[in-house]
C-alpha cells in the first residue's frame, strides 16, 4: 500500500506550479524529487541504483541524434531529427577531439541495432565516460518514440549520503503529468528498497528554484 | 546444511568462497575469515584492509585475492602460516572490482567513480612484479561494479559499471580507443557479468533494478529474461555461475527472508532446480558452489554463512 496518495500529490504539486507562476523564472524548472532515507548503511547495503521510465516526458529540450544505418538516417531525416551516418562517423577518422565534439553536441543517442556493434571500431570509449552511449533502435520502432522513451528515462543513483534526488518532470507539464511521474518514480523506488516504506524517512518535492514541500 | 554463524549479528558476510583447505568468508569488518573446511572451526581472521572489501576471490586452491576502497589489491598465499598478504598491489583510488588473469600474469582493478575525480579507471597491474601496467579513463563514466578475466584467453576481459555498459576488451597492447571489442548499454545499472559457454563465446549481465540477459561476445541478444522480481519467491539475483564440466548455466536468486533459490538458465526459461531455505533470515549476498563436491556455501546479512549439500 503506497504512503503517498494521488490527492496528496496534486496538492503539493499545484502548490509547486503556483510558486512557480508567483516568482517567474527565466528557464523551466524542474521538478525534483528528493527521498530522504534511513534504516540504510550505503557502505554494505546493496546499491540503489538504475534508470526509472517515466508515464511522461521529463526532460523535453532533450537533444537525441541517431547514429543510423541507411533505413535510419532516411527516416530520421523525414522526422526532422539529426543524425549521422556510418561514413559519417567513418569521416571523424576517431579523431578524439571530433567525436568529443560530437558526444557534447547532443544529449543523447540512438544507434541502427546494425551499426551499434561498430560503435567500439568507429569511436573508441569517446561516448562512454560522458554516459552517452547509444541505445539501440531496430527498424520495427519509430525512432521518435525511441528518442522520447529516452527523454522520459531517468538515471538515479544514492552514493553516500542518504538522500537521493530524481528529477520527475517540470513546471510546464499539466497536474496529471506530473501526478502520474511523481507516483510512479515513488512506488517503483521504495519497490527496490528491502523495507519499502520502512526505509523511508521523508519525501520531498519542490521545482528547481521552489521551497521543498514535505509528502512523506 | 550447516550454519556458521560469526556472533557479529550486525555484521553482513560479504563473499564466499571455499579451497580445499578452508572455507572463507569477508565481512563488513574489514576482516576476512578462514574456517577449516572439514570441522568448519574458525581457523584464523585476514586483517588487513582498512576499508570496505569490495571483492573477494579465489584465484586456485593456492591463492585468494581481496580489493577494498583502500585502494589495494591483496595476494594471499593460503599454504602459508602468514596472516599477511603474500603480494599487495596499491593503487590511488578506491578499488570497487577486480580479477586476475588465466595463467597469473595481469591483475585488472575497477574504481569507483569519486565526485571530485568523476572518472572510474581500469587499472592493469603485472603480477610477476606488482608494478602498474597501464589504466584506461574513458571506459565507463561510473563506477565499475565487475571485472572477468576470460578463462583462456590472458589479454581478454569483461567489465561493467553502474555506467550501464558491459564492455569486453582484448588488451595485449593497451590501446584504450583500440581495445574494446564489443560493448553492450543494459540502460540501467549493472552489478555482475561474466563470460559463459564452453568456448566461453558468450557473456550475461545482471543489473542493480534484477534484470539478467544473455548476449554473445559479439553483442548480440541471445536472451533477455526481464525482471526477475516477477518469479515467485525471488526478490533479487545473487549471481549467475557456469559449470565447466557439464556446460550447464545456473542462476542463483534469493529473497528478503534469505531463501535462496536456483535456477537452471534455459533459452526462454528459467527452471527452479533447488530452493536453499532455513539457513538465512536476511538477504544473501553471495554463493560459492563446488560443483565436484557439490557443495554450496552461501553468505548474507544475517552475518552467517551455511554450508549446504546440493542435490544431484
Known amino acids: ?216 | 546444511m550447516a550454519n556458521i554463524d560469526f556472533g557479529f549479528k550486525d555484521q553482513y558476510v560479504f563473499d564466499v568462497t571455499a579451497n580445499s583447505q578452508y572455507v572463507i568468508a569477508s565481512a563488513s569488518d574489514q576482516l576476512v575469515r578462514l574456517y577449516d573446511a572439514n570441522s568448519l572451526q574458525p581457523v584464523t581472521s585476514l586483517a588487513f584492509h582498512q576499508k570496505r572489501i569490495s571483492k573477494m576471490k579465489l584465484y586456485n586452491d593456492q591463492y585468494l585475492f581481496t580489493a577494498s576502497e583502500d585502494g589495494k589489491l591483496a595476494r594471499w598465499d593460503l599454504r602459508s602460516q602468514s596472516t599477511a598478504p603474500a603480494q599487495v598491489f596499491q593503487y590511488t583510488r578506491p578499488l570497487s572490482a577486480f580479477d586476475v588473469n588465466c595463467n597469473d600474469t595481469m591483475a585488472v582493478a575497477g574504481t569507483l567513480n569519486e565526485e571530485f575525480v568523476q572518472t572510474a579507471e581500469l587499472a592493469f597491474f603485472d603480477t610477476r612484479q606488482s608494478s602498474l601496467l597501464h589504466k584506461f579513463e574513458e571506459s565507463h563514466g561510473d563506477d565499475v561494479t565487475d571485472i572477468q578475466c576470460h578463462p583462456s584467453i590472458p589479454s581478454q576481459l569483461i567489465s561493467c559499471s553502474t555506467d550501464g555498459l558491459v564492455n569486453s576488451y582484448d588488451v595485449k597492447d593497451f590501446d584504450e580507443d583500440e581495445d574494446i571489442l564489443a560493448v553492450i548499454n543494459s540502460g540501467s545499472s549493472v552489478s555482475k557479468a561474466g563470460y559463459f559457454g564452453p568456448d566461453a563465446n558468450y557473456m550475461f549481465y545482471l543489473t542493480h533494478l534484477e534484470t539478467f540477459a544473455l548476449y554473445t561476445l559479439d553483442g548480440d541478444l541471445v536472451c533477455d529474461y526481464g525482471q526477475l522480481k516477477n518469479i515467485e519467491g525471488v526478490d533479487y539475483a545473487i549471481d549467475c555461475l557456469f559449470d565447466q564440466t557439464t556446460s550447464r548455466l545456473y542462476l542463483a536468486t534469493g529473497n528478503n527472508n534469505g531463501d535462496v533459490s536456483l535456477f537452471h538458465v534455459n533459452i526462454n526459461e528459467l527452471q527452479r532446480c533447488q530452493v536453499l531455505s532455513g539457513g538465512h533470515t536476511d538477504v544473501v549476498r553471495s554463493i560459492y558452489w563446488n560443483h565436484t563436491s557439490q557443495s554450496i556455501l552461501t553468505g548474507g546479512e544475517d552475518g552467517k554463512m551455511c554450508a549446504w549439500q546440493a542435490v544431484q
Not at chain 1, 84 to 96: A, P
Not at chain 1, 193 to 200: F, P
Request: glycine residues 6%; aromatic residues 6%; positive net charge.
Open chain 1, 1 to 216: 500500500m503506497s504512503k503517498v496518495s494521488a490527492s496528496a500529490v496534486r496538492d503539493v504539486i499545484v502548490e509547486i506550479k503556483k510558486g512557480s507562476e508567483e516568482k517567474k523564472r527565466n528557464f523551466v524548472e524542474t521538478v525534483e524529487l528528493q527521498i530522504g532515507l534511513k534504516n540504510y548503511d550505503p557502505q554494505r547495503d546493496k546499491r540503489f541504483s538504475g534508470t526509472i521510465k517515466l508515464p511522461n516526458v521529463a526532460r523535453p529540450n532533450m537533444s537525441v541524434c541517431v547514429l543510423g544505418d541507411a533505413f535510419h538516417c532516411d527516416q530520421a531525416k523525414a522526422a526532422g531529427m539529426e543524425f549521422q551516418s556510418v561514413d559519417d562517423l567513418k569521416k571523424l577518422n576517431k579523431n578524439k577531439k571530433l567525436i568529443k565534439k560530437l558526444a557534447k553536441r547532443y544529449d543523447a543517442f540512438v544507434a541502427s541495432e546494425a551499426l551499434i556493434k561498430q560503435i567500439p571500431r568507429l569511436l573508441g570509449p569517446g561516448l562512454h565516460k560522458v554516459g552517452k552511449f547509444p541505445t539501440p533502435v531496430s527498424h520495427a520502432e519509430s525512432l521518435t518514440d525511441k528518442a522520447n522513451e529516452i527523454r522520459a528515462t531517468i538515471k538515479f543513483q544514492l552514493k553516500k549520503v542518504l538522500c537521493l534526488a530524481v528529477a520527475v518532470g517540470h513546471v510546464g507539464m499539466t497536474e496529471d503529468q506530473l501526478i502520474a511521474n511523481v507516483m510512479l518514480s515513488v512506488n517503483f523506488l521504495v519497490s527496490l528498497l528491502k523495507k519499502h516504506w520502512q526505509n523511508v524517512k521523508s519525501l520531498y518535492l519542490k521545482s528547481t528554484m521552489g521551497k521543498p514541500h514535505r509528502l512523506f
